[in-house]
């Protein structure tokens, strides 16, 4: 009987350790996702983009790489006329205009606020811009308030030199690392 007993509570820790295991892994990659998407945008956030950007730049085949970065214009105006629930769908439209404009090898990511950077690999200026535009006319058919406040960008694109790298840029303006 004793014998019995410990082999029936040894199964039984055996079995609460291989499931205490399996909600750590999952809860580990929930973390990790909440550590490294913007949640609002499901795009990676400041942290990751930069992240994601050295990666991409460490290990791209071909120059030249683009560099792009937009924000929304006017959209203090958006929350104020309109409330922040529609400022977040403007955030999320935006967002998903950029996903839906991407190939796999370009790097998306939020800035904080209303600005966003996306890695353009293998892509030249003028390419750059033309996928500015494709965003710009994925927006415009995801308008969340066409009339009162329509939602526009404005774009600024560089061309990466072979060797260069992106480095995050504190507030003040002071270069890390």
Do not use: W
Request: with cysteine; hydrophobic share 40%; net charge positive.
């Amino acid at each position: 009987i004793v014998v019995s007993s410990l082999v029936m509570v040894y199964l039984a820790l055996m079995r609460t350790n291989e499931r205490s295991e399996s909600n750590l892994r999952v809860m580990h990659r929930k973390l990790r996702y909440l550590a490294d998407i913007d949640v609002l945008t499901r795009v990676p956030n400041r942290r990751r983009f930069h992240e994601l950007a050295g990666q991409a730049l460490a290990t791209s085949a071909r120059p030249p790489c683009a560099l792009m970065m937009f924000d929304i214009d006017h959209f203090k105006r958006i929350n104020d006329l309109l409330g922040h629930a529609t400022g977040d769908e403007a955030l999320r439209q935006v967002a998903r205009c950029v996903r839906d404009s991407l190939r796999t090898q370009d790097v998306a990511g939020r800035l904080g606020g209303d600005e966003f950077a996306v890695l353009l690999p293998e892509t030249g200026v003028h390419d750059a811009m033309t996928v500015a535009s494709r965003i710009v006319t994925r927006l415009s058919d995801r308008q969340v308030a066409p009339n009162l406040a329509p939602v526009s960008l404005s774009f600024g694109v560089v061309q990466l030199q072979v060797g260069e790298t992106i480095r995050p840029v504190r507030r003040d303006g002071d270069r890390r690392g």
